[in-house]
């Protein structure tokens, strides 16, 4: 590979496969089959790896990551420059950001935050094998989906709609407004408005990722991501390397600055391949054809001079991770064991956190969960959003749901058709009948039959199951002027409700709702609806 058109190719690839990604995300608001969805955060090894050390046994829903891994054998670090959505998103980003801070220097080729990724990466091991599991907080592909799926794409949503519900209003405009907002509600909007609990943490996280690129280009790839760290240790042994004719190159330096990753020192002539993503850039960069990049044997050693042994092996370029590195991670992962698993006292029985169906025992899930925000994406009530810290730190970003925003649909199953762990098991619309997630009580001080002596028919109406699980007892009351009056008062029947919400969702009282869904309470005893 000699030609400086490869970078080319790999930026057209690279475009081409973020454009799939969020093709993918939209039509995620096609309920009728979403299990294409589920299949993007399995082709990470990082997230197959830590919910398997988790979970003490090798999950194998995660075959994929083993094909991309193992392409990382032969290619190097190729997947995150052709095909990480989160790296497409950086790139895209690099140029204006960069600008913002002090622009980076490539004239060494150092990054001296290099091993921070490999820490990290050794801190996300040590918690999994300590039953803390929260890799997809970090992992690009769990965090670029659940970035775009519940906070870019709900901001767009929702800004679109504002636009063309102004433009209705203008005479002239609206003839074409509405004929190009009919064509995105049909193809690409959600039916309806969506918002998520919580989104402001998930899109501050995301945009300090791209904040990073005020250090330099691809600041977060080349010194933080956990997944890149990984596909650098296999890109060490890796087959495609890169080659410089010293007889042709002059030193220009082109290629150093030209690279995203500071992967080139030497003044041009080595290359730390564990950091290099095959962007190809340096082959545009060199007018001396003086880069190639070829296929070696591992292990392989190429010729140096003495002079660039001499600056190869000076403490400035021979970055490694120390004794000390690996002692200060693994106190850092000691440390942060217990303030992931203790949870506040007013949580240990969870009663208002309620999981999607299917969800496994809470446990189980949350060691499952790769917080990829799938589930709350593909929900066809806006129900589901992220948790952060209300009922323990190793939960944070895990889904719940939150019956006054949206309820569990009866003849939905969406969330867990997309789940990528298997935190949620695949319930079928016939079992949904009978699927309890919650149980439904009744606040007797808000509800407007028991609190103002007045019939309300709202909850027991929406009840979906064939069996109403609300009844009414007709009573004889005294109301408030002193007056006799017969009043329906609701009752929930425990054994009957499914906890799907929507009695909570409907209800009309302003505010909190009177009739609230909590935590079933056989939850404990295994997985949700067993």
Not at 44 to 53: I, R
Not at 486 to 499: F, H, N, S
């Amino acid at each position: 590979m000699k030609s400086g058109r490869w970078s080319k190719i790999r930026a057209i690839c690279q475009l081409l496969i973020w454009v799939v990604f969020i093709l993918i995300i939209i039509a995620s608001r096609d309920t009728t089959d979403n299990t294409f969805f589920s299949y993007i955060p399995r082709i990470s090894p990082l997230l197959g790896l830590s919910v398997s050390l988790t979970a003490k046994a090798v999950e194998f829903i995660f075959w994929p990551a083993l094909i991309f891994l193992g392409l990382g054998l032969i290619f190097g670090r190729y997947f995150c420059g052709w095909i990480c959505p989160m790296g497409s998103t950086i790139d895209a980003a690099d140029k204006p950001l960069e600008k913002i801070g002090k622009k980076a220097s490539h004239s060494s080729g150092v990054n001296k935050y290099r091993n921070y990724k490999y820490a990290l990466l050794l801190i996300l091991i040590i918690l999994s094998l300590f039953g803390v599991q929260i890799a997809g907080i970090f992992d690009p592909l769990s965090l670029s989906i659940r970035a775009y799926g519940t906070v870019i794409f709900a901001y767009i949503d929702s800004l679109l709609k504002l636009i063309f519900n102004g433009l209705y209003y203008v005479p002239g405009l609206n003839i074409i407004s509405e004929f190009i907002y009919s064509f995105l509600q049909n193809n690409f909007l959600e039916v309806n408005d969506i918002q998520f609990y919580n989104h402001i943490p998930v899109f501050l996280f995301f945009i300090f990722i791209l904040f990073l690129s005020v250090k330099g280009r691809r600041f977060w790839c080349k010194s933080l991501c956990p997944l890149g760290a990984l596909y650098a240790l296999t890109a060490k042994i890796s087959l495609l390397k890169r080659h410089v004719d010293t007889d042709k190159c002059t030193s220009c330096l082109a290629c150093v600055n030209a690279c995203r990753t500071n992967a080139i020192y030497s003044k041009g002539t080595e290359t730390h391949e564990g950091e290099c993503i095959k962007c190809f850039e340096c082959l545009e960069a060199c007018k001396f054809d003086a880069i190639k990049f070829n296929f070696y044997a591992p292990f392989t050693k190429k010729k140096k001079s003495s002079d660039k042994d001499a600056e190869k092996n000076s403490p400035e370029n021979n970055i490694t991770f120390t004794r000390k590195n690996l002692l200060w991670s693994a106190a850092v992962s000691v440390l942060a064991v217990p303030v992931f698993k203790r949870k506040p006292v007013f949580a240990k029985n969870h009663s208002r956190l309620i999981r999607p169906p299917g969800a496994l025992d809470e446990q189980d899930f949350i060691n499952k969960c790769i917080r990829c925000g799938q589930c709350m994406k593909v929900c066809p009530t806006n129900g589901l959003h992220p948790q952060l810290f209300e009922y323990g730190a190793d939960g944070i970003f895990t889904p719940r749901l939150i019956p006054r925003i949206g309820w569990c649909e009866k003849n939905c199953n969406q969330c867990s058709s997309v789940c990528p762990s298997g935190a949620l098991e695949k319930v079928p619309i016939s079992k949904k009948e009978t699927t309890v997630i919650g149980t439904a009580y009744i606040l007797k001080d808000f509800c407007i039959p028991w609190s103002d002596f007045t019939d309300c028919l709202v909850c027991e109406e929406m009840c979906p199951t064939e069996k109403k699980a609300i009844i009414f007892k007709e009573q004889k009351l005294e109301n408030k002027k002193g007056e006799t009056v017969t009043v329906k008062l609701p009752y929930v029947l425990e054994d009957i409700c499914i906890g799907c919400g929507i009695c909570e969702n409907k209800c009309p009282v302003k505010g909190e709702a009177a009739i609230q869904v909590h935590r079933p309470r056989n939850v404990s005893a295994g997985p949700y609806g067993a």
